[in-house]
């Protein structure tokens, strides 16, 4: 079983900027794409950014410039940059990873964390 578990939400004033964090715990050797989801308020949940096992990235068309998504293998923790907050940015957002041999895509995850809230005003 894998776990995930996002920190470093907040309420923020735009144009500020915050780093969340996903730890993993587990089985994490089964895991390969890795990536982060969002869901504002009364909307659906949507792909954000996703880094694969080698490295490569993939962004949203509206977080690309302001977000930036990485990995610290040792610490099996995901990160995700937030700069120049806007209000729109406000949503709950979800770490997930995808079982090994799955493509980096924007749907189709096996593993989610339970949420971390940005509030940009």
């Known amino acids: 079983h894998v776990q995930l578990v996002e920190s470093g939400g907040g309420s923020v004033q735009a144009g500020g900027s915050l780093r969340l964090s996903c730890a993993a715990s587990g089985y994490t050797s089964s895991t390969s794409c890795q990536a982060w989801f969002r869901q504002p308020p009364g909307k659906e949940r949507e792909f954000v950014s996703s880094?694969?096992?080698?490295?490569?990235?993939m962004y949203a068309d509206s977080v690309k410039a302001r977000f930036t998504i990485s990995k610290d293998n040792a610490k099996n923790t995901l990160y995700l940059q937030i700069d120049s907050l806007k209000p729109e940015d406000t949503a709950m957002y979800y770490c997930?990873?995808?079982?090994?041999?799955?493509?980096?895509?924007?749907?189709?995850?096996?593993?989610w964390g339970q949420g971390t809230q940005v509030t940009v005003s």
């Open positions: 880094i694969d096992t080698d490295g490569s990235t």
């Open positions: 997930a990873a995808k079982w090994v041999g799955r493509r980096c895509t924007s749907v189709g995850y096996d593993y």
